[in-house]
């Protein structure tokens, strides 16, 4: 038995090296070349279609020869690990940030604007739902604010979100541009660009979860050795408001709510 599956999976290994490399592999044993080039060109429209659903910023941004050869290089070099054929665009972005034989015309921006793109898609694949007890109406001083769960937040170097055909910046910003991605109550991608200080609180926010907003604030204040704490504490309240009216924030967590998951 063992060796039956030894040859069965020597068998499969090799079928799919020629349909990923055909100019670097032989087909198999039985197999013609004409029938492996109808498999390659299957396999690979569908990589390519997939990815440039993903991707289509990218897809229009870069010569076609180049997305040509991005898409052929990460068919013919990548080993997939994920199930989810939805998800598969995310290993291009993993193999675009991988160290590898870059094309001379590939844009700086490429690898962020693939991360801005892939976001954009994540935020929608998520299925996370809220699993900690909120009020819709708390007061957010006073509470714990709750975060919409697909939340995403990035710092990028390039205006990722302003590329077009129209606009490809030739050099990094002087300031790293904040944004946040997140699905919205329409079941739709939304974005945030955030300053500096307002991407610090929302940070503060998604990794401490037992702090009020207000402690939020006044940490924040801390941190920044802010001159006029009791300034930036009216700026950041307002924000609060903000994120909740945008879906961002859902509600307020308090600790008289006792577990009870029915607020919603």
């Given at each position: 038995m063992s060796t039956k599956v030894t040859s069965l999976?020597?068998?499969?290994?090799?079928?799919?090296?020629?349909?990923?490399?055909?100019?670097?592999?032989?087909?198999?044993?039985?197999?013609?070349?004409?029938r492996?080039?109808?498999y390659?060109?299957?396999?690979?429209?569908?990589?390519?279609?997939?990815?440039?659903?993903?991707?289509?910023?990218?897809h229009d941004v870069v010569e076609p020869s180049l997305w040509e050869e991005l898409v052929s290089g990460f068919?013919?070099?990548?080993?997939?690990?994920?199930?989810?054929?939805?998800r598969m665009p995310r290993e291009f972005l993993d193999w675009l940030t991988l160290p590898r034989d870059t094309q001379e015309q590939e844009?700086?921006?490429?690898?962020?604007?693939?991360?801005?793109?892939?976001?954009?898609?994540?935020?929608?694949?998520?299925?996370?739902?809220p699993m900690r007890?909120?009020?819709?109406?708390?007061?957010?001083?006073?509470?714990?604010?709750?975060?919409?769960?697909?939340?995403?937040?990035?710092?990028?170097?390039?205006?990722?979100?302003?590329?077009?055909p129209g606009y490809l910046p030739d050099a990094a910003l002087s300031e790293p541009v904040h944004l946040a991605a997140y699905r919205n109550a329409q079941d739709e991608a939304a974005f945030l660009e955030l300053s500096p200080v307002s991407a610090a609180l929302l940070q503060n926010i998604q990794e401490n979860h037992d702090m009020t907003g207000a402690e939020h604030i006044d940490q924040l204040a801390s941190l920044m050795g802010h001159p006029r704490p009791e300034q930036l504490f009216t700026f950041a309240a307002a924000f609060l408001d903000e994120l909740r009216d945008k879906g961002v924030l859902l509600g307020g967590c308090t600790s008289t709510d006792n577990g009870d998951r029915n607020h919603v």
């Amino acid at each position: 038995m063992s060796t039956k599956v030894t040859s069965l999976q020597a068998a499969q290994y090799a079928f799919a090296n020629a349909i990923r490399d055909p100019g670097n592999h032989l087909p198999p044993a039985g197999v013609s070349a004409q029938r492996l080039a109808v498999y390659h060109e299957l396999f690979f429209n569908n990589f390519r279609n997939s990815l440039e659903s993903a991707y289509p910023v990218l897809h229009d941004v870069v010569e076609p020869s180049l997305w040509e050869e991005l898409v052929s290089g990460f068919f013919r070099e990548h080993r997939c690990h994920t199930p989810e054929f939805p998800r598969m665009p995310r290993e291009f972005l993993d193999w675009l940030t991988l160290p590898r034989d870059t094309q001379e015309q590939e844009p700086a921006f490429l690898p962020q604007l693939a991360l801005w793109e892939w976001t954009e898609l994540e935020v929608l694949l998520d299925p996370a739902i809220p699993m900690r007890p909120l009020r819709i109406d708390a007061d957010l001083l006073d509470s714990q604010p709750v975060l919409v769960p697909s939340l995403r937040l990035h710092r990028f170097d390039y205006p990722v979100h302003r590329i077009a055909p129209g606009y490809l910046p030739d050099a990094a910003l002087s300031e790293p541009v904040h944004l946040a991605a997140y699905r919205n109550a329409q079941d739709e991608a939304a974005f945030l660009e955030l300053s500096p200080v307002s991407a610090a609180l929302l940070q503060n926010i998604q990794e401490n979860h037992d702090m009020t907003g207000a402690e939020h604030i006044d940490q924040l204040a801390s941190l920044m050795g802010h001159p006029r704490p009791e300034q930036l504490f009216t700026f950041a309240a307002a924000f609060l408001d903000e994120l909740r009216d945008k879906g961002v924030l859902l509600g307020g967590c308090t600790s008289t709510d006792n577990g009870d998951r029915n607020h919603v």
